[in-house]
């Protein structure tokens, strides 16, 4: 396979957002040190148009696979508006749901074009990739996992949603930073991944909405390419889902500390020994 060929690196680009938007090793790092390292330069993968359809793939992945979740939440939305107070699970949930992704809403608003122009280098990307490596670890020796997503409290879940702020710097990972969040607060791992799933809907829904209208400046000759990441990335993001939440039931996040700590260590490597 042509790696210049611009649909093969389309389809890279949508497998790499679908696995590393949801496993903890972050997406914003891969997809700025993948081309990177093969010095890909086709103006539309590095476009708004192009990101936009990436994140809107990983949107309905997230979507499609908690969609028993979204409704019952969504149901809970408008009893709490008909009601005017929150007391079941799903209603309390949708609630915490609401007021955690305001941290990362207000940081993206405020920050979001600095963080682009700063933080994108590939040397400055691998201290994040190290700092969570090791804050995980420590999630992991500390946590008492003893709490279900049915114990999720309001200061709980405001913890994990500063935590997501943080996630805007390329390295951090969304669901890695937010995860590790909800156990160093005493949660399941599979409560954590539950919950950072949902947190994150909200959070990639907004932030492709508000970007949705650069997909009109797309021209005939970018749809198919479009159509690529897009797709590539829903269904790959879903299997990526699919596949942590069974891990996280019987294994540590260990596994992805290693890869951090190795994918760190390759890029400061490069970044050296190319000069």
Known sequence: MDLS???????????????????????????????????????????LPFDVALHAGTLLAVLWYFWRDWLGLIGGFFRILAKRSAQDFQERLILYIILATIPAGIVGFLLEKTIESTFRNPLLITLPLILVSFLMIYAEKRSRLSHPLEGMTLKDAMGIGFAQAVALLPGVSRSGITITAGLLQGYRREASTRFSFLLSTPAIGGATLLQVRHLLSAGPDDWLLIAVGFISSAVVGYLAIALLMRYLRVHTLNLFVGYRLILAALVIFWVFWKG
Do not use: K, Y
């Open 5 to 47: 060929s611009p649909p093969f690196q389309a389809l890279l680009l949508g497998i790499l957002q679908g696995l590393t938007e949801f496993l903890p090793i972050s997406s914003s790092a891969h997809l700025i040190l993948l081309p990177w390292f093969f010095q890909w330069n086709h103006p539309l993968l590095d476009s």
